[in-house]
């Protein structure tokens, strides 16, 4: 199993637009896993920020929905983040991490790109 590698992290003013991918090859039976997105602050605890289920269903922590989107394309095995109408405090690392579907623990975590978002 590779483990999830994520990119497209950088600096954006606020209000801009951002999109990170995270690479989600290397799984057998990569249908049943799925992943989600999380990041963290400086100083702060890691949280999660969305999740994708294997029915391609959406959760979103409230802090980011309506403004993020998260989505998964089973033919590149590739996870996307697709960050809109940035907030200084989306400034965080963000981690791609990946579970079974039928568990709740995420079991491999990628490495992490930084995201700024100045005023």
């Known amino acids: 199993q590779a483990p999830p590698r994520e990119s497209g992290g950088g600096s954006v003013q606020a209000g801009g637009s951002l999109t990170l991918s995270c690479s989600a090859s290397?799984?057998?039976?990569?249908?049943?896993?799925?992943h989600g997105w999380f990041h963290q602050r400086q100083g702060s605890e890691r949280e999660e920020i969305a999740d994708i289920d294997n029915a391609q269903n959406p959760t979103y922590a409230n802090s980011v929905r309506g403004r993020f989107t998260i989505t998964k394309d089973y033919v590149r095995d590739m996870v996307y983040l697709k960050m809109t109408d940035l907030k200084v405090e989306d400034t965080a690392m963000y981690f791609c991490?990946?579970?079974?579907?039928?568990?709740?623990?995420?079991?491999?975590w990628g490495q992490g790109t930084q995201v700024n978002v100045s005023a």
């Open positions: 290397g799984y057998p039976t990569k249908w049943a896993y799925c």
């Open positions: 991490a990946a579970r079974r579907c039928r568990e709740r623990t995420y079991i491999r």
